[in-house]
């Protein structure tokens, strides 16, 4: 099945800009989501469709793809960002994997 | 507005299954599939499958095929989740959510002690 590779933790100081890199094979053939959660609460979209922001999240998320890497880009990073993240790719294999997530610091 | 309403804790013994339900407002499910993700306790995210009844379609994460039966009553707008032969580190919290990823359940832990 498809395997999704993301660092288990990034820092980043408040203000400054976090990327979080979601790494497979031929990633960009497929569709990426991000996702971010914080303690005890469910998963919430920030990104779909690879670059797509639902409504209410902030302009500060972005996402990209280039060659076998997808990125969750946050600018401007501030304390509320401080979750952990998790992307997902609809496979045309009909299988969505989930990276392993990454937890953002914000120092 | 859009909701899905999950049923409450459970705590399985080894061997058994679970169903877990998902109710859903606001909208039909004739209209959005409706996928299923579970979290064990300090873990990630993983994805189990989705039910779409407009396509009449049923797929499978290959972790879980031949485990887990997704199914869905149109009269009552519920999705069920039933995961047979459960394991310890079955121990997780599973949600339903819209095919939209916009709207989650709000989760249900499945206990199966060891």
């Known amino acids: 099945s498809f395997v999704l590779t993301q660092p288990p933790s990034v820092s980043v100081a408040p203000g400054k800009t976090a990327t979080i890199a979601c790494g497979g094979n031929?990633?960009?053939?497929?569709?990426v989501h991000w996702f971010q959660q914080k303690p005890g609460q469910a998963p919430v979209v920030v990104i779909y469709?690879?670059?797509d922001r639902p409504s209410g999240i902030p302009e500060r998320f972005s996402g990209s793809k280039s060659g076998d890497t997808a990125t969750l880009s946050i600018s401007r990073v501030e304390a509320g960002d401080e979750a952990d993240y998790y992307c997902?790719?609809?496979?045309?294999?009909?299988?969505?994997?989930f990276g392993g997530g990454t937890r953002l610091t914000v120092l | 507005q859009v909701q899905l309403v999950q049923s409450g804790a459970e705590v399985k013994k080894p061997g058994a299954s679970v169903r877990v339900s998902c109710k859903v407002s606001?909208?039909?499910?004739?209209?959005?599939?409706i996928h299923w993700v579970r979290q064990p306790p300090g873990k990630g995210l993983e994805w189990m499958g989705s039910?779409?009844?407009?396509?009449?379609?049923?797929i499978y994460s290959q972790k879980f095929q031949g485990r887990v039966t997704l199914t869905a009553d149109t009269f009552t707008d519920t999705a069920y989740m039933e995961l047979s032969s459960l394991r310890s580190d079955d121990t997780a919290v599973y949600y339903c959510?819209?095919?939209?990823?916009?709207?989650w359940g709000q989760g249900t832990l499945v206990t199966v002690p060891s």
């Open positions: 997902q790719v609809w496979d045309q294999t009909n299988d969505h994997p």
């Open positions: 031929n990633i960009g053939t497929k569709s």
């Open positions: 606001g909208f039909s499910l004739s209209d959005l599939a």
């Open positions: 469709f690879d670059s």
């Open positions: 959510l819209t095919e939209t990823l916009l709207y």
């Open positions: 039910f779409d009844l407009e396509d009449d379609e049923t």
